[in-house]
């Protein structure tokens, strides 16, 4: 087993983005891992998938396992995760946030005890971790939940890149609050030429609509602020003071919950977003 694990923490997308961290802190002492949940416009599911849906499965905690590229899911379906494993010959960490933050924290944990990993980190592409309940995010459940999670595990560091390039929120936003966390930050870098070349290899086969725009700036033919490409890295226990989102999170016990958590900040869940689309277009 390697030693680290960087899992994109915004969505199946993301995972194509954690070769940026990886490359930083070495490609080979490291895997990616990815949550579950990839774009309905691929599977025309509104929710994530759970690991019992997932054919061909190397389950190593309840909410914690690997999938290689002949992977799939029920119906047949082929997610990111998968699609990056075979991209890279090499199995992919995923995680089900049908755990909650209690399910997932107890899964990572006995993870990292049996397979004997110094840390696990958390990959986000546009910043929406980072968000406050006023900047009306559509729903920033999974990165907000996945920090919470992080936060609670001792070495835990969240890398935020590609300001505002998931469509999300506008840059000076999203910046703000970046510097606003100045405290917890840790190190900020430029990706290697290494990374890019990663990256780029990696938007061939991950469907994601972020990394690819990450990696247009990264490659001069997409126009954005140069902080925008940098990579800004956080120790995921301090980062939780500066992001009010997840720490709402902390304790729920289900997806269900922090769905309602998210309610409960006046913020809507992506999946009930998807959820109407999917009542519409039937």
């Given amino acids: 087993m390697r030693d680290f694990i960087v899992i994109g923490i915004g969505g199946g997308g993301d995972v194509a983005s954690t070769v940026l961290a990886r490359d930083r802190i070495g490609f080979k002492k490291s895997l990616s891992g990815s949550l579950l949940w990839?774009?309905?416009?691929?599977?025309?599911?509104?929710?994530?998938w759970?690991?019992?849906?997932?054919?061909?499965?190397?389950?190593?905690?309840?909410f914690f396992g690997f999938v290689k590229a002949n992977c799939r899911v029920r119906g047949g379906f082929r997610?990111?995760?998968?699609?990056f494993a075979e991209c890279f010959d090499e199995k992919v960490?995923?995680?089900?946030?049908?755990?909650?933050?209690?399910?997932?924290?107890?899964?990572?944990?006995?993870?990292?005890?049996?397979l004997r990993i110094k840390a696990v980190y958390?990959?986000?592409v546009g910043g929406d971790v980072l968000v406050h309940p006023s900047d009306k995010v559509i729903s920033p459940l999974a990165d907000s939940l996945l920090l919470a999670v992080l936060s609670s595990i001792p070495g835990s560091k969240i890398?935020?890149?590609?300001?505002?390039?998931?469509?999300?929120?506008?840059?000076?936003?999203?910046?703000?609050?970046?510097?606003?966390?100045?405290?917890?930050?840790?190190?900020?870098?430029?990706?290697?030429?290494?990374?890019i070349k990663l990256l780029g290899r990696a938007v061939r086969c991950v469907k994601t609509n972020s990394s690819k725009n990450l990696y247009n700036a990264l490659m001069g033919n997409l126009k954005v602020p140069p902080e925008a490409?940098?990579?800004?890295?956080?120790d995921a226990s301090r980062l939780i003071k500066y992001a009010p989102v997840a720490r709402e999170l902390i304790g729920v016990s289900s997806f269900e919950d922090a769905e309602s958590t998210i309610r409960r900040l006046?913020?809507?869940?992506?999946?009930?977003?998807?959820?109407e689309k999917l009542r519409f277009f039937k």
């Fill in 93 to 114: 960490a995923v995680m089900d946030i049908f755990g909650g933050y209690t399910g997932l924290l107890d899964s990572l944990k006995k993870a990292i005890k049996k």
């Fill in 50 to 62: 759970r690991l019992e849906e997932v054919i061909g499965l190397q389950r190593v905690s309840k």
């Fill in 159 to 195: 890398f935020v890149t590609g300001l505002s390039l998931d469509g999300e929120l506008e840059f000076d936003i999203v910046y703000n609050r970046v510097r606003e966390a100045k405290d917890a930050l840790i190190d900020v870098y430029e990706p290697s030429k290494q990374g």
């Fill in 79 to 83: 997610l990111n995760a998968m699609r």
């Fill in 122 to 124: 958390g990959l986000d």
């Fill in 38 to 48: 990839d774009s309905y416009d691929e599977t025309r599911r509104p929710t994530p």
């Fill in 229 to 234: 490409t940098k990579v800004y890295v956080f």
């Fill in 266 to 275: 006046d913020l809507r869940p992506e999946s009930d977003i998807l959820r």
